[in-house]
């Protein structure tokens, strides 16, 4: 692999259930990888201050009786996660909970960077399904304990290094760089260059062409297509909470429109 895929800590949480505001994390885990190894590791059982619930991980009230609750071990995770690259599968919900949890903590929520796998397979894939159980099959990564924190966060890291090489072969994109997101991008769903967005912007009150790299939504197979677009930028619509520009196709010789969060790089 050309791509460096510089030190990341993989995320995965377990919750009571799927309400970040009333439902709480019963197990977290952090795993930092350095040259594809895993280099340390914080796993933990959380008592969710929660009297008895229901978890598909399988984890139940007394698992957790006598584990420390989030308050007691917030300092850990801060120092785990501050100033690193977070990788997660459907970061939204991990997020969205642990900041709650530090909000509960009176606890500072650590600077971080993100990169979801989800988002990687929904822009460059077509999945049947983009679950983390159906990505590993697919890509044949063996699973030791589905749902439970550290396997799944394990899984995570095997999914976007299997992608960074799929994607590198094929079309010389670095996840890395493309694909690293602010938390306000991650909660707001902004999944897309900001920089990208204001050239756009530029381009539409100048009336000037730009050539962009799109990800085409052709099937082909599991994968989509990358082409390079000449277009003359018209206006921003938005459409069910995804923005588009709509522009001049050159290479089409007809209007069209472009996913912001489907346009790589603008030249």
């Known amino acids: ?7 990341i800590v993989a995320l995965d949480i377990e919750t009571t259930g799927l309400n ?6 019963i197990e977290i885990a952090l795993l930092k990888f350095k040259n594809f190894e ?14 008895e619930f229901y978890s598909i991980s399988g984890i139940k009230s007394q698992d957790v009786k006598f584990a420390p609750k989030f308050k007691d071990v917030v300092e850990n995770v801060y120092n785990f996660m501050e100033g690193k690259i ?17 909000k509960r903590s009176n606890f500072l929520f650590p600077e971080i960077k993100i990169i979801d796998t989800l988002l990687i397979a929904k822009r460059f894939f077509y999945f049947e ?28 890291f095997e999914i976007f290094k299997s992608f960074c090489e799929k994607i590198e072969d094929k079309y010389q994109v670095d996840l890395i760089q493309e694909m690293t997101f602010d938390i306000d991008q991650i909660i707001n769903r902004i999944y897309y ?3 990208i967005y204001d050239k756009i912007l530029e381009s539409i009150e100048k009336r000037k062409k730009v050539s962009i790299i799109y990800v085409s939504n052709k099937q082909n197979g599991i994968k989509r297509e990358i082409t390079k677009r000449e277009i003359l930028p018209l206006g921003i619509i938005e ?20 996913r912001f969060d489907r346009i790589i790089k603008i030249e």
């Open 1 to 7: 692999m050309r791509i460096n895929i510089p030190e």
């Open 20 to 25: 970040p505001e009333i439902d709480r994390i």
């Open 38 to 51: 895993i280099i340390e590791k914080f796993v933990q059982l959380i008592n969710p201050e929660i009297e």
């Open 86 to 102: 977070i990788l997660s599968h459907n970061a939204k919900f991990d997020i969205s909970f642990l900041k709650n949890e530090f």
């Open 129 to 156: 399904s983009n679950s983390l159980d159906n990505l590993s099959k697919n890509l044949n990564i063996k699973r030791f304990a589905k749902h439970r924190a550290e396997d799944d966060a394990r899984a995570t």
């Open 193 to 195: 260059d900001l920089e």
């Open 239 to 258: 459409e069910n909470g995804i923005k588009y520009v709509k522009a001049f196709c050159y290479l089409r010789n007809e209007e069209r429109t472009f």
